[in-house]
Every structure is written in C-alpha cells, then in structure tokens.
C-alpha cells in the first residue's frame, strides 16, 4: 500500500477543466478516470536502496519502479530535474524481447561453438525475455501516458526541457496532450529523427511507403529555459558548393555578404569600400581592420566588395530540427548493448547538450539501455533513470559503472515482487492462479475464468501490471465492475474473483460492496502480493573459498537454474517435434557444471547483508569473454576469480537475468 499520494504540480482543482483541448478534438475514453487519478496523486511508495556504486556526493540514481512512483519519490524529496528525456512504448502493437546467449563451458580448454550461438527460436526467445509487449489500447494508452506526463512536469524545474521520443503511431496525439500540459506556448519544435536506412519491405507491391524516422517533440517549463547552440558539420556535398575557393596556403574559403540587412532602417552605417557606397553590417573601423587583415576581396572592378570565410574557421552548421546524420545503433556496433529499443549515444549527447549545462540534472524515467544516464555521466550532469525491466536496470547498471559512473540502485516497494519485468510476471501469474483458463466468452476485462462444480463459471479480474492505473482498488473500479464488467456477464454467472495489488481502504471497499445492491454476484477480494511471492525462486550455486598468500580465491563448481534449463528444454522438445531431413535440429545442451547459463558475478567484500557493494566483479560477455570491474579483456573464463579481501557474500545473475545471493562462510 502507498504510504501516501503526492499531490500533482500543478495541482487540478475543482472546477478545472482537465483534459478539455483533448475532449474536444476527439471522443476521449476514460477522461473521468483521468481526472480522478489525479486528484488523488501520485502513489509513495517505499524505497528500498540495493547497491552503491562509488561515493556518489551527486546522488545520480537508478531506479527499478514505473515513472509515476518514482516521480513521487522525487517530488517528496524536492528534487527537480532540469532536462527529461523519454522515449516510451510507441503503442505499435510490437513485442521487444532480449536475445539470449549461451556462455562458453570455462570447464573446457577450446572455444566450442556453443559460446557464440544465439537462440533464434521466437518463442524461446520471447516466452524467455521478453522485455514488454506494445500492445495497448488507445484510450488506455493516452490515459496512461497523460498520467506519467502529469508526473513528470511536477518534477521539472522552472527552466527544465522535456524531449519525448514517439512515432508515427501515436505521435500526433501524444502531441495534444503535450499541448494541454505543458502550453501550446512551450512547443519548441518536431524533431524528425532519420532512424534507419532504406527498407527492403517497400517498392513492388508494398501498401505503405519507407517508414525511416521518428518524431521526438521538444517542449519546455517557461521562457526561461536554456537552450545552447549546437553545430553540426558541413556535408561534403555543402563544402563543394560552398566553399569553392582556396587560398595560397591552401586554406578553403567561401565569399559572405558585408552589406547590412535593412540598409538605415536598422541603423546600418553607410560609406565607402573599394569605390563601392553602400549600407554595410560592420562600422568603417571594423571594414578598415579586416581590410588590413586581407579578409574583404573585389571580385572584378565596382563589384561589391566580400568577406572571405575560411572552412577551418566555421564551426558548421546551427542546429535544425531535421537530423539526418545519427545512424540508429548497428548490430556490430560498439555501443551495441542487445537491448532492442536501444538508442544512439549520439542522439543524447545532441539533446542533453543543447538544452542543459553541466552540473545540471538530467533524467529519463523510461531508461531501457541507461544510454541518457550514460552520456549524461560523460558530459558531466548528474542523472536519474528508472525503468520496471530488471533487465534494463541491469543493463544500465552494468553500463554505468563500466564508465566509472557513480549512482546508487533503489527499488520501489510497491507490492508487487516483479519476475524480471511485468510481463512475464503476468504470464507466471496466470500460471499460479489455481484453476484459471482463457475463456473466450469473457470480455478483455477479465483475464479468465475458473471452473466450479456449485457455482459454474468464476470470471477472475487481474490487475495489468504494465498499466499503473488498474493496480489500486479503489471505489472508482469497483464501481466499474459492478455498473460495467459484471452487468455484461452472461446471466448464469454467480461469482466473481478480483485480485488487487494495493488498495484504498480495504475495509471501505467491502463496505462499498455491501452498500451497492445493484447486482446479486458475489465479488471475493483477493490479495495478488499472495500469488506474486511464489514467483520469485533462488538459483543453487555450488563454490569454494580458499585464502592463500593473503588472497581469496573463489571456484565456482557448479550452477543450478531450473527457470533457464526447463525453457531449454521447451525449446529442445519444440525444434525435435519441427525437425525434418531438410530442416535438422541440433538442440542446446548445458553441462553438468551448468556453468554456461552465468553472467554475471559480484562480491561483496564491504558488508555481509543489506545494501551490496560490489568491490569485484566479472560479467562473461556472449562470445565467453572476460569483463573484469567494467573492463573488456579477451581472457577466457576458468571459473575462478581472485580477490584481495575477504569476500563475505556472492550474487550470481544469470543469462536471463535473474539475480541469486549466497553467503560465503
């Protein structure tokens, strides 16, 4: 349960018309569960700190929560960010999942090809990590997105900059709502991102044109906000046209314009220059100087005199909003991280230096890869990102502290014990729900039903774990599924079962239930953190400890994880049951050390239990390669590591991510 709610800034008031632009530019589901969200707040949850990186005297942080919480967090801390930067789901109707890599065996001297073989198999692949699926209703998307924008502007300081990555898609009304939040007076601009090359998927026959970019919007808090020039350089094609000239030094140069714009009508100086009278853009001193200088040149006698502009003395071209020269992140690419909706660093260092300064704060409360915490670090701001992927978390984790980056990890204690992300946490819950099965009879609202021999057909309500706004039970959604959900039941229907993941007044909506004689189903109320708390499962890790000469060194002997070896062998049996004489299948087979399904491990060598202080550690990256405290080698794992102190604890990550820690005694 929230500790409390946050009031949004500005705070809505009675009376005020909430969402009246987008009301009126199209029927607009939901806008009264809009409304009523927030005039309640944002929820404040407990925060629970897990590791510390570094001193971190700028309290840079990494959050593992949903925007609205950690924006509630932030607002009751008084902090406030001065540049934001998202890029969210585009509501594209697309799933994202993270490719899977098995490790190479350190218990064998040759590099099998096990080492580099990726899983393809789709349904390995997305059942196994899947990062999140974009799959949203519209009306439920825009109330969800103006909820986290609302958030977001109750943290932005008076002279703070908002960028909001989007696509085509959605991007047009995503606009409106920026428009209502934040001012059609605080548009900047619509920046087109040229995001891919040409598409294979167009030309003969194809029923839509290249789609290439992206659209990220620009908007600010006031008029006083900062906004730095930023240069970008001369095409090659611009430097030919342009720069036609070249002096004896060698030096290319172009011929600029001298006369004043407006002649006197803007108080330029009139006089003459090589026999020509003109209105010039510089006082007679000025032209004298430059004259001296030998930068003004006649072309041809009476013809009017021009500056010469040298091309290693022009710092390009000022910023526009149409960016063609930022390639999307490529396969091969050094920055590649294997997360699917990852950005260039590129692109971020383009938005965070021209619209904040250093020292200043930046944040991105939809992190993915850590690409905005990353290069914020580098250019010497302080950052804030969060994400509710524990993927992304430890993506970025890992990121910034092979940067050298110092931050702290927090988690939001908000009731729910997520599975690696919402997801697959919903897909395991489906599973843990005794009885519960699809039923396509049932309306979307409900997630299934539950077969009874007394009662017959049980609808069961579960809430949305991707979607903040079906998690509280409060008086408003029952309300819903009394005088909506329930009345669309069939008939025969005795019985429903709600789960919730936080609520109101538990007590009150029981009453409320009473107090409501509009329909004779009975509604059981269900705890979901009950179900949730059997999700989450340890991996067995098998190590010795041995101190010789003053160093420790650890063996890791064996590596149990039965949530990765049972989707192994799913995947094993449904490549068999699909082989042919054409189409062999060759099945992925793990050791008995199970060594390879490990990528990460920390130790611990600062405190025993409570918050982790990783004082050494080895990630293995896909090809089996060592990553030694954030630093690439070309070293071969030998399941060993040494470390100068006494190692009190280990936490092992596997190649899914999940996160197992063990005592070392």
């Known amino acids: 349960m929230a500790i409390k709610y946050i009031p949004f800034f500005p705070e809505p008031i009675e009376g005020q018309a909430l969402l009246n632009n987008f009301k009126r530019t199209l029927r607009y589901k939901g806008a009264n569960e809009v409304e009523s969200s927030l005039r309640r707040g944002m929820p404040l949850y407990e925060m629970e700190k897990q590791e510390t990186v570094g001193e971190n005297k700028d309290g840079n942080l990494v959050i593992r929560g949903e925007c609205i919480s950690a924006c509630a967090y932030l ?25 899977i ?19 393809e198999d789709d349904a390995f692949r997305e059942f196994e990590e899947k990062m999140y699926g974009d799959v949203w209703d519209k009306e439920k998307y825009l109330n969800w997105m103006y909820e986290n924008l609302m958030a977001i502007k109750s943290i932005m300081s008076e002279t703070a900059s908002i960028f909001v990555h989007l696509d085509s898609h959605i991007g047009h009304y995503v606009k409106i709502l920026l428009d209502e939040i934040f001012g059609e007076d605080n548009f900047i601009n619509e920046i087109i991102w040229k995001r891919t090359f040409s598409h294979s998927d167009v030309g003969q026959g194809a029923k839509h044109l290249g789609r290439l970019h992206d659209i990220i919007y620009y908007y600010v808090s006031s008029n006083n906000y900062v906004l730095n020039t930023v240069y970008t350089p001369y095409t090659e094609e611009y430097i030919k046209n342009f720069y036609k000239y070249t002096d004896s ?158 931050f702290d990890v927090f988690e939001i204690k908000d009731g729910v014990s997520l599975y690696r992300n919402p997801v697959q946490t919903m897909e395991k819950i489906k599973a843990l729900i005794p009885g519960l099965k699809n039923e396509d009879s049932l309306d979307s609202f409900w997630e299934g039903a539950i077969s009874d021999s007394k009662l017959g057909l049980i609808p069961v309500y579960v809430p949305n774990l991707m979607d903040s706004s079906t998690k509280l039970l409060d008086e408003m959604l029952m309300h819903r599924i009394i005088h909506e959900a329930i009345p669309d039941l069939d008939s025969s229907v005795k019985k429903v079962v709600v789960y919730y993941v936080d609520v109101t007044d538990l007590e009150q909506i029981k009453k409320f239930i009473r107090e409501d004689d509009s329909t004779l189903v009975e509604i059981e109320l269900r705890d979901l953190k009950e179900v949730l708390d059997d999700v989450v499962v340890q991996d067995e890790i098998e190590f010795s400890c041995k101190e010789t000469d003053g160093k420790y060194c650890l063996t890791v002997e064996k590596f149990v994880s039965d949530r990765v070896s049972q989707k192994i062998n799913e995947f094993n049996q449904k490549g068999a049951a699909n082989a042919s004489e054409k189409k062999p299948f060759k099945p992925i087979t793990i050791s008995e050390e199970g060594l390879e399904l490990i990528e990460l491990i920390s130790v611990d060598c600062t405190e025993g239990e409570g918050i982790w202080h990783s004082d050494y550690e080895i990630k293995i990256d896909k090809n089996g390669y060592l990553i030694v405290n954030g630093t690439k080698t070309k070293t071969f794992w030998d399941g060993t590591m040494t470390v100068e102190k006494k190692p009190l604890r280990l936490k092992v990550r596997n190649i899914c991510g999940d996160e197992s820690e063990v005592k070392v005694k």
Not at 289 to 318: F, W
């Open 101 to 119: 890599y098995i490790r190479r065996n350190p218990k064998v001297a040759e590099v099998i090809a096990k080492a580099e073989e990726e899983l």
């Open 249 to 406: 030094n060698g030096r290319k140069y172009r011929l600029v314009s001298l006369l004043g714009p407006g002649g006197a009508a803007k108080g330029n100086p009139y006089y003459e220059v090589m026999g020509v009278s003109r209105y010039w853009a510089f006082s007679k001193d000025s032209m004298n100087k430059m004259i001296a200088e030998g930068l003004i040149v006649q072309t041809s006698p009476g013809a009017v005199p021009q500056k010469i502009r040298y091309l290693d003395e022009s710092e390009g071209v000022p910023l526009q909003d149409l960016w063609m020269d930022i390639p999307a992140v490529q396969g091969g690419s050094i920055e590649n991280s294997e997360y699917s909706t990852q950005k260039p660093e590129a692109l971020l260092e383009r938005i965070i230096k021209t619209s904040s300064n250093e020292g200043m704060l930046v944040a991105d409360f939809f992190g993915g890869s850590g690409v905005t915490a990353a290069v914020a670090s580098k250019l010497g701001r302080k950052f804030i990102t969060s994400d509710i992927n524990i993927n992304s978390i430890q993506t970025t984790r890992d990121r910034l502290r092979a940067n050298g980056a110092e």
């Open 75 to 99: 607002r009751e801390k008084n902090i406030k960010v001065d540049l934001v930067y998202i890029d969210p789901p585009f509501a594209s109707g697309a799933d994202y999942a993270k490719k």
